[in-house]
């Protein structure tokens, strides 16, 4: 079955349309309200000073103070929803980004980046902050500009003079700044990354001395993108204050030619003063969006790497729920070979797995055994072929219904920041029962019993640590909770003493009376020799597949051994 891509942004601006239709009613009463100062100054100056009439004066004041109540109102509504819908687009975007982090880091092979969670942070904070008001604020522009142009075509014509050469300082700043930013922002996410990974490997830091010289490293890394964004902060600087000086110039131009026109008297005081402050407001958005250019840019480019992350996310096409398989597991012709390289990691592996049944795969480092165990419980994709679990393909198992029937304990262990019974659980809700049985079945019992809180012990980051031994122990719990129909143990015994690897060959054959199918990659006899069949790996190709007794009896010649493995 065909997966689909998933354009959860797109999804998700399509449901904020209300939103935005909402926000941009607000900011149309917002900027109409804001022409209530400059009446309210026209008439003091036209009708109330020349008068005299105090009556007209107070009622003026109690109406435009209404008016800039509700102003102050609508402002902060619309401050509001802008901050709520940056909150809901993180909420609803959160899942998909992360999952298409999770299916990046399955295709490259390597650790979950936070990228993608920093660049939804970022796109978060401009909606729902101050720099994207002036985008509903622009439109208005021209219906101040036209004020201007009623009280004063002179005044107009000054107005949209300054209205184009602003216009003209925020296209310089975009095409002066636009490149540079955007490798500022690229250069700093790539050092973030490395940050993350260095923060992943501390251990092997530390003990290798590898410190100073991963600081030089991330100082070089770093320096490129800070000169980058140094220049774009001159340039940007520059033309900043090159707006403001527009701004104070027409201002100064619209007060000397409002002061001429009153003296020849084809404008009132009123006017003058009305006209200089529509048109600051009028021009207030142009401004704004200069100085906010950097941001724009910023949550701009964090919205494309969400978009192509979110494209990258694919989940299979609605299916008929299949039932519970039994356990028979074939590979039908696959091949894989990860994305930009030529030749192929694995090629035309055939085999077929019985219910129940417990296959062994062996093989010299680097022949393919991860990447094979990888592609059996479907974290990756062959290239070419099929991985059919009871004869269905396993790309056609949603990921939620597969994981109910697929257990794994990777080579890597990674435990999650939680309790021992969330880390068992696989994170979901279960009664205590399932979850001390799972612990059982995998003889990790007494060792979660002898932590301080039991099933109740925080581990992971900010936890409490645990052994390499321990960690073994809890992971196989987690791979066999739930009663899946399969599971795949990827060197279970590679941190266990003798009482541990004992309670692996336990945990094995209570996984075989239960029927369980069990695939095992394992280079050590004692667990070896409970399998059923047992395959050998070399250069990516299967070298040899039999009963385990005649694979394990060749293995142990000298000669033949040295063949299998060469």
């Known amino acids: 079955m065909t997966a689909q891509p998933i354009d959860a942004l797109k999804r998700a601006m399509t449901s904020c349309r209300r939103v935005w239709a909402g926000v941009a009613l607000v900011s149309a009463c917002v900027n109409l309200l804001m022409l209530a100062v400059p009446l309210y100054m026209m008439q003091i100056f036209d009708r109330v000073l020349t008068t005299g009439h105090l009556d007209t004066l107070i009622v003026l004041t109690a109406m435009v103070a209404g008016a800039l109540v509700v102003f102050g109102l609508l402002d902060a509504l619309r401050g509001r929803i802008l901050a709520r819908a940056g909150a809901w687009l993180e909420g609803e975007l959160g899942a998909p980004v992360l999952s298409g982090a999770v299916s990046d880091a399955l295709r490259a092979g390597g650790g979950v980046s936070a990228q993608g969670l920093r660049d939804l942070a970022a796109v978060r904070g401009y909606v729902g902050g101050p720099s994207v008001t002036p985008l509903f604020d622009a439109p208005w522009a021209p219906v101040f500009l036209a004020v201007v142009f009623l009280i004063h075509p002179l005044l107009g014509w000054i107005g949209l003079g300054g209205a184009l050469l602003l216009a003209l300082c925020a296209v310089a700043n975009d095409l002066a700044t636009r490149r540079r930013v955007a490798a500022a922002n690229d250069a700093q996410a790539k050092a973030l990354n490395e940050a993350d990974a260095a923060v992943r490997n501390a251990d092997a830091i530390a003990a290798m001395g590898m410190l100073p010289a991963l600081v030089r490293r991330g100082e070089r890394a770093a320096s490129g993108g800070l000169s980058r964004q140094v220049a774009a902060s001159d340039i940007a600087s520059a033309i900043t204050s090159l707006a403001k000086t527009v701004r104070f110039g027409l201002q100064v131009a619209m007060l000397g030619v409002g ?78 070979a990860p994305s930009g390289r030529r030749s192929a990691v694995l090629r035309g592996v055939n085999l077929r797995v019985e219910a129940g049944k417990m296959l062994g795969i062996v093989g010299p480092s680097g022949a393919g055994k991860t990447t094979l165990v990888r592609l059996i419980v479907g974290s990756l994709a062959p290239t070419v072929g099929h991985v059919r679990l009871d004869g269905a393909d396993m790309a056609s198992w949603p990921a939620a219904d597969r994981g109910r029937h697929v257990g794994y304990l990777p080579q890597n262990i990674e435990l999650f920041a939680g309790t021992v019974r969330e880390n068992i659980a696989r994170l979901g809700e279960a009664p205590d029962e399932a979850v001390v049985a799972a612990a059982k079945l995998a003889e990790a019992h ?121």
């Not at 003058?272 to 529509?278: H, K, L, N, P, T």
């Open 446 to 566: 007494r060792t979660v019993l002898g932590l301080d809180a039991a099933y109740e012990t925080h581990i992971g980051e900010g936890g409490v640590p645990v052994s390499g031994g321990q960690r073994q122990r809890i992971a196989l719990a987690r791979a066999v909770f739930g009663d899946p129909a399969l599971v795949v143990l990827d060197e279970p015994n590679a941190h266990l003493d003798g009482d541990g690897e004992w309670a692996l060959v336990h945990a094995l054959d209570r996984l075989r009376e239960r029927g369980v199918t069990v695939v095992l990659v394992a280079q050590r006899a004692p667990v070896m020799v409970k399998a059923d069949h047992i395959v050998v790996i070399r250069d990516g190709a299967v070298a040899r597949y039999g009963p385990a007794d005649e694979v394990l009896d060749e293995l142990r010649r000298p000669v033949t051994a040295k063949a299998v493995r060469a």
């Open 259 to 336: 002061a001429w026109l009153v003296i020849g008297s084809e404008l009132s005081p009123g006017g003058m003063i009305a006209a200089s402050i529509v048109l600051a407001r009028g021009l207030a958005p142009i401004e704004q969006s200069i100085g906010g250019w950097r941001a724009f840019v910023a949550a701009k480019a964090a919205w494309r790497r969400l978009s192509d992350l979110s494209r990258r996310d694919t989940a299979p096409a609605a299916a008929t729920v299949l039932p519970r398989p039994s356990g028979v597991l074939e590979l039908d012709g696959v091949s894989y």
